[in-house]
Each structure stands twice: as structure tokens, then as C-alpha cells.
């Protein structure tokens, strides 16, 4: 089989920017696809995540002058985190601090208490959702309006009068796009419209499988095809626990058990070639992109381990 595999990592748990920094620069040292981070300004857990949370794009703008290889970008942005102007302008900046490496997750957001504590409006989720849609037209618009030319976006939520549109990114039409989740009526059809790639997260082959059709049903709705837009690139979310021994795994393994707020996940606890076989499985559904997330930024040897006795095989 033949896959990117890309890291997936969640620094809200507890890293600061060189711990980021030394992992991201071992991934690309492994070889792997891509460095990619959660955005969230707080942990799920009763664990304060010391030494506190980090900005994703101010992380990833300083990771886009330290690495030379690798994709970066967010597992996702919450829509309700940026105005979409702002951002457009950030992710295209870092996109040409990167050489044309930045991709850009969006979602609705969906987590209250970092909204409550950081004094962030967190509205119902039919509004968020209204929200990211007319995020991702306003982002889309901006990056494809040509130079020279102004970008308008008259919205319920958001009203932009002659942008300029600038900086433009180095990636034309723009940095891909990443719509994923598992909500079944909304994101489906904002995926088929916007996105580059559709990510499920952290679910069951089975689950992933249903989503994938969901998603599928949307582009014919929408005609994806008929635009002569590329089909979209499947991908999913794998928590990954493994070890030389039983263990080892379980070791790495033990933060998952821990109270948390995020929804039940289907990770792989154990062997290098258990997590082979996953991947495997998740390639005969079709997908062509795995995001592995691994818990620990400090356990370089976890990723040394994937890169020698899992990559490989892919």
C-alpha cells in the first residue's frame, strides 16, 4: 500500500514552543509527511497542561523557518476562534514563510470551557456551523481573488468591503483545505464544497467507512465532479500507543485513560505491526492519508520506532 503518514500532536497537553520544535524537526528526520497540531487554549482534562497552551499559527509560522520538508497545519481551527479575514492573512503569510507547505484545518469549534475561559463567543452550533461556512467562502475568496483586484463578502456574520486581498500564499489557488469531523448533514456537504480533504477522526474503520460515504453522496449532490474540482482526498485519524513489548504500549498508552472531554476514540495499543494492519485496513476503505496522533512530544523514540518498523511497510 502507499500512504503519507503525517503526526498529528495536541500541545495543549502540555508543551511549549521548543518541545514542538524538537519534535516537529524529528519528524521530518524520520521522514514522515507532515507536522500537525491541534488548536485549542485549553486541555480537556483536569491536567492544566503546563506550561499552557501555545497559539497554533504563531507555532507554526516559527516551525515554517525551522523545518524544510514537511506539511504543516491545524487538526482544526475553530471558526469561532479567528475572524476569517485575519486568518486568510496569517495562513497565507505563513504559507510563504514555509516555501508553499501550510495546509489549513477549519471546523465549527466545539469545545465551551476554552471558550468561557478566554472570554471567546461560543454560540449554538447551528450558528457555529453557519459560521465556518461562511469562513471558508470568505478564506477561498480571498486567495483566489487575482492581484490587483478587491474581494467583497456581504454575510449574516461577516462583512469585508473592497480587501485587497493580500498577501496571496505561494500555493495557488491556496494551501489545501481540511474539512473533517463527524457530524453527518453539515460537514459532508461543506467538505464536497470547500475542501481538499475530508478528515475523520480518530474513529473506527467501520465509523470512517460510513463517513467516507457520507461525503461521496454530498459530491455528487454538489457536483464536484462536474466543476472539474479534484476529488477529495480521504484521510483519517489514528491515536497510536505502540511498543517493542506489551509494556511499553501500555506505558504510552496510560494518558488515554485519563477523564477527558473528548469523544470515545478507537486507538491502536500495541504492536508495530498491529498499527501496520490498521493503516491497512483503513487503505481498503480509501484512504490515501493518516494522521497519527502520538501523546507524548518528549517520546521521540515512540516516533523513531513508527518510522523504522511502520513506514516501511507503507
Given at each position: 500500500?502507499s500512504l503519507r503518514v503525517?503526526?498529528?500532536?495536541?500541545?495543549?497537553r502540555?508543551?511549549?514552543?521548543?518541545?514542538?520544535?524538537?519534535?516537529?524537526?524529528?519528524?521530518?528526520?524520520?521522514?514522515?509527511?507532515?507536522?500537525?497540531?491541534?488548536?485549542?487554549?485549553?486541555?480537556?482534562?483536569t491536567d492544566?497542561g503546563?506550561?499552557?497552551p501555545?497559539d497554533?499559527?504563531?507555532?507554526?509560522?516559527a516551525l515554517?523557518?525551522?523545518?524544510?520538508?514537511?506539511r504543516?497545519?491545524?487538526?482544526?481551527?475553530?471558526?469561532t476562534?479567528r475572524?476569517?479575514?485575519p486568518?486568510?492573512l496569517?495562513?497565507?503569510q505563513?504559507?510563504?514563510?514555509s516555501?508553499?507547505?501550510?495546509?489549513?484545518?477549519?471546523?465549527?469549534?466545539w469545545?465551551?470551557?476554552?471558550h468561557?475561559?478566554?472570554?471567546?463567543?461560543?454560540?449554538?452550533?447551528?450558528?457555529?456551523f453557519?459560521?465556518?461556512?461562511?469562513?471558508l467562502?470568505?478564506?477561498?475568496?480571498?486567495?483566489?481573488?487575482p492581484?490587483?483586484?478587491n474581494?467583497?463578502?456581504r454575510?449574516?456574520?461577516?462583512?469585508?468591503?473592497d480587501a485587497?486581498?493580500?498577501?496571496?500564499?505561494?500555493?495557488?489557488?491556496?494551501?489545501?483545505?481540511?474539512v473533517?469531523g463527524?457530524?453527518?448533514k453539515?460537514?459532508?456537504e461543506?467538505?464536497?464544497?470547500?475542501a481538499?480533504?475530508?478528515n475523520m477522526?480518530?474513529?473506527?474503520?467501520a465509523?470512517?467507512?460510513?463517513?467516507?460515504r457520507?461525503?461521496a453522496?454530498a459530491?455528487?449532490?454538489t457536483?464536484?465532479?462536474?466543476?472539474?474540482?479534484?476529488?477529495?482526498?480521504?484521510s483519517?485519524?489514528?491515536?497510536?500507543a505502540?511498543?517493542h513489548?506489551d509494556?511499553?504500549?501500555r506505558?504510552?498508552?496510560?494518558?488515554?485513560?485519563?477523564k477527558?472531554?473528548?469523544?470515545?476514540?478507537d486507538?491502536v495499543?500495541?504492536?508495530?505491526?498491529?498499527?501496520?494492519?490498521?493503516?491497512?485496513?483503513?487503505?481498503a476503505?480509501?484512504?490515501?492519508?493518516?494522521?497519527?496522533?502520538?501523546?507524548d512530544l518528549?517520546d521521540?523514540?515512540?516516533?523513531?520506532l513508527?518510522?523504522a518498523?511502520v513506514?516501511?511497510?507503507?
Amino acid at each position: 500500500m502507499s500512504l503519507r503518514v503525517c503526526v498529528f500532536t495536541e500541545p495543549h497537553r502540555g508543551a511549549d514552543h521548543e518541545d514542538q520544535l524538537r519534535f516537529a524537526q524529528a519528524v521530518e528526520a524520520c521522514g514522515f509527511d507532515g507536522f500537525f497540531r491541534a488548536d485549542h487554549y485549553q486541555t480537556m482534562g483536569t491536567d492544566p497542561g503546563l506550561p499552557g497552551p501555545t497559539d497554533a499559527w504563531v507555532t507554526l509560522g516559527a516551525l515554517a523557518r525551522e523545518t524544510s520538508r514537511i506539511r504543516l497545519g491545524t487538526l482544526v481551527t475553530p471558526a469561532t476562534f479567528r475572524l476569517p479575514g485575519p486568518l486568510a492573512l496569517t495562513v497565507a503569510q505563513v504559507d510563504r514563510m514555509s516555501g508553499g507547505r501550510v495546509e489549513l484545518g477549519l471546523g465549527a469549534g466545539w469545545y465551551a470551557r476554552e471558550h468561557t475561559s478566554y472570554g471567546i463567543p461560543f454560540p449554538a452550533a447551528p450558528e457555529r456551523f453557519d459560521r465556518l461556512e461562511e469562513q471558508l467562502a470568505v478564506i477561498t475568496g480571498l486567495w483566489r481573488t487575482p492581484v490587483g483586484e478587491n474581494f467583497s463578502h456581504r454575510g449574516e456574520h461577516y462583512q469585508l468591503v473592497d480587501a485587497p486581498a493580500l498577501p496571496k500564499p505561494v500555493q495557488v489557488p491556496g494551501p489545501p483545505i481540511i474539512v473533517g469531523g463527524r457530524g453527518a448533514k453539515r460537514t459532508p456537504e461543506l467538505a464536497a464544497r470547500y475542501a481538499d480533504e475530508f478528515n475523520m477522526p480518530f474513529k473506527s474503520v467501520a465509523e470512517t467507512a460510513r463517513a467516507y460515504r457520507r461525503v461521496a453522496e454530498a459530491c455528487e449532490r454538489t457536483g464536484r465532479s462536474d466543476a472539474g474540482r479534484s476529488p477529495l482526498v480521504l484521510s483519517a485519524g489514528v491515536v497510536v500507543a505502540i511498543g517493542h513489548t506489551d509494556a511499553e504500549a501500555r506505558r504510552r498508552a496510560a494518558p488515554l485513560h485519563v477523564k477527558s472531554a473528548l469523544p470515545p476514540e478507537d486507538p491502536v495499543i500495541g504492536s508495530p505491526a498491529q498499527l501496520v494492519e490498521r493503516i491497512g485496513e483503513f487503505a481498503a476503505i480509501g484512504t490515501s492519508r493518516v494522521h497519527l496522533r502520538l501523546i507524548d512530544l518528549e517520546d521521540l523514540d515512540h516516533l523513531e520506532l513508527i518510522a523504522a518498523e511502520v513506514l516501511p511497510q507503507l
